[in-house]
């Protein structure tokens, strides 16, 4: 079975900043890796996700995110956030043989100007 | 750029009643979704669809829920009789393939409330 964990349930950052948020995963088989974003009142948008190759895999809005295997992370950077990134980030990880995503429970991040 | 859309966007019902959530998946894609999302708690799977059938469900759905493609565009959730733990924000999303490299696209959202 899969498991997801997002260790920060929010995350208030000032605009401008630098920003990590942590995903951390357990799985007996492999799996893909995604990040998605939602947005007040909006559905689940794919950020990036990590497939094979590359640890470093970039995404839409500036975002980037490092697979780390012997850490079973997944954590996703801004170098740079903007009022318009305040939104709900959601990991999720998907194994071979399924189609089913497992998301962890969310972050909540919160940009202030 | 295409979108899942669903509606409506929120549903006030009894305990007890049946209700039906509806979902228009993008036009080229073959494989449907329904997730849920319980206030507070994570998203989560309930089933997936394929060529008419139930491809993979989980432990949540169960006989109260049943999902159909009733024509060409249309895929709906139906939960038979309804408790207030199905109170919840239901996802439907799509995709032309299966496995990471054809993403699932998800719609807004239904937020169903159940009184």
């Known amino acids: 079975a899969q498991s997801v964990t997002q260790l920060d349930s929010q995350v208030p950052v000032f605009e401008e900043a630098p920003v990590e948020l942590r995903c951390n995963y357990s799985?007996?088989?492999?799996?893909?890796l995604f990040w998605y974003v939602q947005y007040p009142n909006q559905g689940l948008q794919l950020l990036l996700k990590y497939l094979s190759g590359s640890t470093l895999v970039k995404g839409i809005n500036g975002f980037e995110a490092e697979f780390n295997k012997s850490q079973t992370s997944f954590h996703l950077r801004k170098p740079s956030v903007h009022i318009s990134d305040t939104a709900e980030y959601f990991c999720a990880v998907l194994s071979y043989n399924t189609d089913k995503l497992i998301f962890g429970t969310g972050t909540r991040l919160q940009v202030f100007p | 750029e295409p979108e899942v859309t669903q509606t409506p966007s929120h549903q006030v019902t009894q305990m007890g009643q049946e209700v039906i959530l509806r979902c228009v998946p993008i036009s080229n894609h073959l494989y449907f979704y329904w997730y849920r999302q319980i206030l507070g708690q994570k998203v989560e799977f309930l089933v997936s669809f394929y060529n008419n059938e139930i491809s993979e469900k989980s432990e949540i759905f169960d006989d109260q829920f049943s999902v159909e493609r009733p024509d060409g565009s249309n895929f709906t959730l139906k939960i038979r009789s309804t408790k207030l733990e199905d109170s919840a924000m239901y996802f439907c999303?799509?995709?032309?393939?299966?496995?990471?490299?054809?993403?699932?696209?998800f719609g807004d959202g239904t937020r169903l409330s159940i009184l």
């Open positions: 799985s007996s088989v492999s799996v893909y």
């Open positions: 999303a799509s995709s032309t393939g299966t496995g990471a490299n054809q993403p699932q696209h």
